[in-house]
């Protein structure tokens, strides 16, 4: 029987090949009617048989166009019109900004093919693309997504382009950045004043200055990296010297995914992370055996690792190198530079030569870092190839739209639409004007694709953060977000919940409602509020954010607690590097109290356990003792003794985990001979049952059996899988993380929530 049905589609379905796509197989299939581009989506009428569109649309919704997401397919019926042929039919967009711009996607395997075929007319050209892969979002500067709104509206087509560009059976039907040697951008390799000194080939002059063990800040996607051979000691030693990073491990760049095994131990799960079209950095642990220079990741156990992601890596990574150190191009915790004239002035001391083109970046894009835990992945940052795609919430805002301006550390923000929140990539810490102006630059950025005005900013509770003061100058109402209900929430928004949990929320820092710092929370939650039903019992850290850097001020404050009197003896017995002058400063700062706020922070307690036990006494980046830490106790995975830590209720009914008791229990066990790693891991097991006493006494209370884990230790897998399963044997659901990151780069999902909860409350 001949009928027909209209179809509105919603989701990313522009500018990713979405109308050839539907244009070819409504063809197949012999249907008539169209398919057209609207405000918000695409809409298509299907004339023909009742069968044949059954089946096209299964296609769609089981096997659609590779960069597709669709949110939801509604089909009406309506009287047929007797059409047997199938157009595309071209749209008026204007004011169409309902539709979702796609992340950036690496280079497609077709478009690898003809950049490595020498009788293609892309042959080796860095900028290669077509509907299903090249940058969006980074080029983006406006909607409706189209060429003359993004950063390659200054290049027009070649008549072999715009015949492409307007061929439905093309694979660069209306792909808006493609371009060719002929028409678009060009790469040029300069020295640091500006000189050209690229010849006829930059890209191979590029490379031999790469292998001859060369700096280089070379322009990608999202913005600058820099980047040296990895074999190469001296190369890797530079670039450590010149952006003054001690100790934290580089990112690497491999050619395929058969070097990536050369250089680490990948999993299956790990493997379809690295080869995926969104190509993050993926965490793999080190082979001993691996070609590259040991002062890539010093004193990790673990190698950062991606694949290439544009034309111009595949291009790079043909060089006589097993891998690329590719940092962020910046200086030390500024924002990644992504102009070629930002990049000369930031970079012009870091590398030796720039290899810069003329496709302008509208919005810088860090790399995105992944790590796969129990088998899934998780987000350590989420920013390109994953920004600005949307979580889904579990209740709409109801037109009352909110702005989350995050917290400081691993910004992101997020704006509402509807059921939807959309995260900015990774801004990074707020503490500098540069990230702030990015920061600033971000919320224009989502406010404009999403063509939302915001009604409510939420924020974090913290006084001093850059995001509060945003949010309190920006003239909307407030809404006021504790830090850990905010990393709770984030869990429960992923998960489509409401209900109430137990939120197990652990991390370094976040401002607690009674103006001390929490971290080792425990909260009984839902989306609209809190209750604080136990935490880690606090401890004083001495110096405040000084202690944050150096550990064994953070074991001295726990030896105190633990040992009273005899604290100072333990000291110079077990921290060495504490020396006198140091030891009697943190022993005054925490007998009078100065400048030594009250924190029960997780993050902390880390910090003073690995310096007790000698692995780390400087936090010459974030969360590096926790981090090695962890290194240590992986070496003694199958160990499973612990300290037990006595739970108390408080006068206010608060549940405290005394984690002082775990020091005089690793003391004698460090006096009676017991390996580091050994006590890493009973450090680690004592924690997961700590939290395991805990939220059983809390489940014992609220009869919530739900706990959802949120908090930057979560990036932590010892501590997790340890965790989990222990949950998961006492009978508990458990909420992890699986859209953002456990960590702060979350936090914005959470308030955006929160917010949104509360303001559908007080409609009711
Ligand atoms: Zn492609
Ligand atoms: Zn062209
Ligand atoms: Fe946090």
Same mark, same amino acid.
């Given at each position: 029987m001949?009928?027909r ?7 990313v ?23 057209r581009n ?9 004339e023909?048989?009742e ?26 019926a ?9 157009v ?8 169409s900004?309902?539709v ?34 090249g940058?969006?979002y ?10 003359s ?25 209306h ?11 060009r ?12 010849g006829?080939?930059p890209?191979?002059?590029?490379i ?20 040296a051979n990895a ?34 131990i ?11 079209r ?14 590259i ?40 915790d ?47 940052r ?6 600005p795609?949307p ?38 810490d707020?503490?500098?004007l ?29 006084p ?43 991390d370094?820092?976040?401002w ?6 929490w ?14 039903a136990?935490?880690?019992e606090p ?10 850097? !150096?550990?064994? %001020?953070? /074991?001295?404050a726990?030896?105190?607690? @633990? #040992?009273?009197? $005899?604290?100072?003896?333990? +000291? ?53 003792a ?6 240590e ?58 939290i395991?006493?805990?939220? !059983?006494?809390? %489940?014992e /209370?609220?009869?919530i059996?739900?706990? @959802? #884990?949120?908090? $930057?230790?979560?990036?932590? +897998? ?22 953002v ?5 979350g ?13 559908m409350?007080?409609?009711?």
């Amino acid at each position: 029987m001949t009928v027909r049905v209209r179809c509105e589609v919603t989701g990313v379905v522009q500018g990713v090949g979405f109308r050839p796509f539907v244009f070819g197989l409504a063809s197949r299939l012999g249907l008539g009617g169209f398919v057209r581009n609207e405000p918000r989506g695409v809409t298509l009428e299907l004339e023909g048989d009742e069968d044949r569109i059954d089946s096209f649309l299964d296609s769609l919704k089981n096997d659609p166009p590779p960069l597709a997401r669709i949110e939801e397919i509604k089909t009406d019926a309506v009287p047929t019109l007797g059409e047997k042929r199938f157009v595309i039919r071209e749209s008026d967009l204007e004011g169409s900004r309902g539709v979702l711009v796609s992340p950036d996607i690496a280079t497609c395997d077709d478009c690898l093919r003809e950049l490595l075929d020498p009788a293609d007319r892309r042959y080796r050209y860095p900028f290669i693309n077509c509907t299903n892969c090249g940058p969006r979002y980074t080029i983006v500067t406006d909607l409706p997504y189209d060429r003359s709104r993004t950063t390659m509206s200054v290049f027009s087509l070649c008549e072999a382009c715009r015949e492409e560009y307007t061929d439905p059976s093309n694979r660069r039907y209306h792909a808006e950045p493609t371009c060719c040697p002929v028409c678009g951008p060009r790469m040029r390799l300069v020295d640091v004043n500006s000189r050209d000194i690229g010849g006829d080939d930059p890209t191979a002059e590029a490379i031999r200055l790469l292998e001859s063990g060369k700096v280089l800040a070379i322009k990608g996607l999202g913005g600058f990296h820099l980047a040296a051979n990895a074999a190469h000691d001296d190369a890797v030693k530079t670039l450590r010297s010149r952006k003054h990073r001690d100790q934290k491990p580089f990112a690497l760049m491999v050619a395929e995914s058969a070097a990536a095994h050369e250089i680490g131990i990948v999993s299956l799960v790990e493997e379809r992370l690295l080869t995926g079209r969104e190509r993050p950095i993926v965490l793999v642990k080190k082979r001993d055996d691996a070609p590259i220079s040991p002062l890539v990741a010093p004193r990790s156990d673990s190698f950062g690792v991606m694949l290439p992601y544009t034309p111009l890596h595949h291009l790079l990574m043909a060089g006589e190198y097993p891998a690329l150190v590719m940092t962020s191009g910046n200086i030390s915790d500024e924002p990644i530079a992504y102009t070629n004239d930002g990049a000369q002035k930031d970079l012009g001391g870091l590398a030796d030569a720039f290899f810069i083109h003329d496709r302008g970046i509208h919005t810088r894009n860090d790399d995105s870092v992944m790590r796969v835990i129990q088998e899934a992945p998780r987000f350590i940052r989420r920013s390109r190839g994953y920004a600005p795609f949307p979580v889904t919430m579990p209740l709409d805002t109801g037109g009352r739209e909110v702005l989350a301006v995050g917290a400081e550390l691993n910004n992101t923000v997020a704006l509402s639409r509807g059921r939807h929140v959309f995260l900015s990539h990774h801004i990074g810490d707020l503490k500098n004007l540069a990230a702030y102006e990015s920061f600033m630059e971000a919320i224009r950025l989502l406010e404009s694709i999403l063509e939302v005005t915001p009604s409510v900013v939420a924020t974090d509770l913290h006084p001093d953060y850059l995001s509060t003061r945003y949010a309190r100058e920006s003239g909307l109402p407030l809404a006021q977000v504790q830090h850990h209900h905010a990393h709770i929430a984030a869990v429960l928004a992923e998960h489509q919940r409401c209900d109430p949990v137990i939120g197990v929320a652990l991390d370094g820092l976040g401002w607690g409602d009674d103006a001390t710092l929490w971290g080792g929370e425990f909260l009984v939650a839902d989306l609209v509020g809190y209750n604080r039903a136990g935490s880690l019992e606090p401890v004083l850290q001495p110096g405040g954010d000084a202690a944050a850097k !150096r550990p064994p %001020r953070m /074991a001295y404050a726990y030896l105190a607690g @633990a #040992l009273g009197d $005899g604290a100072d003896e333990a +000291a110079r017995r077990h921290l060495p590097a504490l020396e006198d002058e140091e030891r009697r400063l943190t022993a005054r700062l925490l007998e009078t109290g100065l400048n030594s706020p009250r924190t029960s922070s997780m993050g902390r307690l880390f910090d003073a356990v690995s310096a007790l036990i000698g692995v780390c006494d400087r936090n010459t980046f974030h969360s590096q003792a926790p981090m090695e830490l962890e290194a240590e106790a992986q070496k003694a995975a199958d160990e499973d003794g612990f300290y037990p830590v006595s739970i108390r209720e408080d006068e206010s009914g608060v549940l405290r985990a005394r984690a002082a008791d775990i020091f005089p229990d690793t003391i004698s066990d460090m006096n009676g001979g017991v390996s580091t790693s050994v006590l890493a891991a009973r450090f680690h097991n004592s924690i997961a049952r700590m939290i395991l006493d805990m939220v !059983r006494r809390i %489940r014992e /209370a609220s009869g919530i059996e739900t706990a @959802a #884990l949120s908090g $930057g230790v979560f990036a932590n +897998a010892f501590l997790t899988e340890r965790l989990v399963t222990l949950l998961a044997d006492n009978g508990f659901e458990v909420l992890e993380h699986s859209l953002v990151s456990a960590g702060d780069g979350g936090i914005s999902l959470g308030q955006a929530a929160v917010a949104a909860a509360r303001g559908m409350k007080e409609r009711e």
